[in-house]
């Protein structure tokens, strides 16, 4: 997973993280209360995608903020689709009331991604400042459960 999304990292545009994350990162933040993970394989096991939530640190306890990533080049294959149905489900079955998505607001396949799912805009954030110094908009979405 570590792989996968350092590989989202580097080619930029999609994340706001800018820093590579390490396996141990991942693990740290699938231990946190209420986190919720999925992952999408191929026939054989690979990897193709992963989507997680956890409470949102301002919006409160009843907020899942979500994170979604896919492999470089293999997204528009329903990897998306399958890993929003499993987390909606899951976010039901937790008690979560809505789901909150910050999208960089450069990432058009991540607005269409959101807004594809049900997902309703409700703000911004502007000037957001990314790990390396740069500063980018945010479109913030909202999908009530």
């Not at 792989?3 to 580097?10: G, K, R, S």
């Not at 740290?28 to 409470?55: K, S, T, Y």
């Not at 899951?90 to 990432?107: F, H, K, Q, V």
């Amino acid at each position: 997973m570590a792989e996968l999304l350092n590989e989202v990292i580097a080619r930029g545009g999609t994340t706001a993280m800018t820093d590579p994350v390490r396996a141990e990162d991942l693990r740290a933040w699938m231990h946190a209360p209420r986190a919720i993970w999925h992952v999408a394989e191929d026939e054989a096991g690979a990897l193709l995608g992963f989507q997680w939530v956890e409470p949102h640190p301002k919006l409160g306890a009843s907020v899942a903020q979500i994170a979604s990533f896919a492999r470089v080049g293999r997204t528009g294959l329903g990897i998306g689709s399958a890993l929003f149905e499993a987390t909606r489900a899951a976010c039901r079955a937790e008690g979560y009331a809505w789901i909150n998505a910050e999208i960089r607001a450069d990432n058009e396949g991540g607005l269409i991604y959101y807004q594809s799912r049900g997902f309703e805009d409700y703000g911004h954030i502007r000037d957001d400042r990314l790990g390396d110094g740069r500063t980018v908009d945010k479109v913030l979405k909202r999908y009530d459960l």
